[in-house]
């Protein structure tokens, strides 16, 4: 089984880049629909079933707004 995990983005910090959403190999993670406090539309991290914890999404933010978390009982 693959890894499970969580990405969380800090939604008024993230400046819309949209770099994560095109670096999530499962597409977990797509633009909101809702603007922040800097009236940006964040990344949303809206499918976080999939998620694989694989990192990429938190390797490829420039302004560091992601934070990847490995859920426990994931692995087999
Ligand atoms: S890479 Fe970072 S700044 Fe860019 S959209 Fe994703 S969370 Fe926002
Ligand atoms: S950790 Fe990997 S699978 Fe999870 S949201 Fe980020 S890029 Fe996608």
Same mark, same amino acid.
């Given at each position: ?9 800090? &939604?008024? &910090?993230?400046? !819309?880049?949209?770099?994560?959403? &095109?670096?999530? $190999?499962?597409?977990?993670?797509? $633009? ?6 800097? =009236? ?14 694989? !990192? ?5 933010? $420039? ?9 426990? !009982? =994931?692995?087999?």
């Amino acid at each position: 089984m693959a890894k499970r995990g969580k990405a969380t983005i800090d &939604r008024d &910090r993230c400046k !819309g880049c949209y770099l994560c959403v &095109r670096a999530c $190999p499962v597409k977990v993670l797509e $633009p909101d629909t809702r603007v922040n406090s800097t =009236g940006t539309y964040p990344s949303l991290s809206r499918y976080t079933d999939k998620c694989i914890a694989c !990192g990429s999404c938190y390797l490829v933010c $420039p302004d560091a707004c992601i934070e990847v978390f490995e859920l426990e !009982g =994931g692995e087999s």
